[in-house]
Structures are given as structure tokens and as C-alpha cells.
């Protein structure tokens, strides 16, 4: 959808555990957009990862301290669906929305590692969100 403007009701963010990526990617999004979101995970994890809190509060981004959920709890027909790791895009197929491989930080366990996706989520979400309205 490069330079296109869509709309959409809600947005949401899926990775595999719901624990770092998709928490993120929803976080930076309610700080580049008024298009609601959520996150969910295919294989919800039983937490954020500790990481994934301490790289937000490094960046100054609001993390919600919320259970990672799954995508059959939190998805409807309505939703643009973002997914931010390969395995849950393969899980899925044919969605509404499109897919970001980002590498998962959370195997490294690295600040660097963490970073890195965060940065790399925010770059994306910065380009998308001014091309993504709320309808």
C-alpha cells in the first residue's frame, strides 16, 4: 500500500507470543495514531517479556503491563491486521492487513536486540499511520 490512504476501524498487531513485538508495535502505534489498536499472539506467552518493558521505558514509550492475549479473544471482522513475526504471518494467511518481519528480540535477550525491533517497528509504524485513517 505504498503512499495509499485506507481506512480502518481498529488495528491490530499479532506475533507469535504476544510478549514483545506485537506489544510494542500496538504501543508506538497509540502514540502515532488515533485509529484504535490491540495486540495479540497466536501462541500467547504467560507475560510481556521483562525486556520488552525495560526497552519502552528506555524510548519513553507507554507499555501497558497487560497479559498477552490470544488472537482468537481479541480479533474481529472489522480489523486491519498487522502481523510482526513470520510465524503467525505462515499461521494465518490470507488476512486483511499486511505483514512486517521483524526479527523476534526476545531469544537474543539482549538490550541491542530489543532495541533494534523497537526501532524497527517505530520506523514502520511511522510510516504507516499517517496513511492509515480511522473510519
Known amino acids: 500500500m505504498p503512499g495509499a490512504v485506507t ?5 491490530v498487531f ?19 495514531s488515533t485509529v ?15 525486556k520488552a518493558m525495560a526497552a519502552a521505558r528506555r524510548h519513553g514509550l507507554p507499555l501497558r503491563n497487560t497479559r ?10 472489522d480489523d486491519f491486521v498487522i502481523t510482526v513475526c ?5 499461521g494465518l494467511g490470507d488476512i486483511h492487513g499486511l505483514h512486517w518481519s521483524v526479527p523476534d528480540p526476545v531469544p ?4 541491542d536486540a530489543f532495541d533494534a525491533a ?8 511511522s510510516s504507516l499511520a499517517p496513511r492509515l ?3
Open 7 to 11: 481506512t480502518a476501524r481498529r488495528v
Open 14 to 32: 499479532v506475533c507469535t507470543a504476544n510478549s514483545a513485538r506485537s506489544q510494542l508495535a500496538a504501543a508506538l502505534w497509540r502514540r502515532a
Open 36 to 50: 484504535p489498536t490491540a495486540s495479540a499472539g497466536t501462541n500467547p506467552a504467560p507475560r510481556i517479556d521483562p
Open 68 to 77: 498477552p492475549r490470544p488472537l482468537a479473544g481479541v480479533l474481529t471482522a
Open 86 to 90: 513470520d510465524n503467525a504471518h505462515e
Open 108 to 111: 537474543i535477550g539482549t538490550d
Open 118 to 125: 523497537l526501532a524497527e517497528l517505530d520506523r514502520r509504524v
Open 133 to 135: 485513517a480511522a473510519c
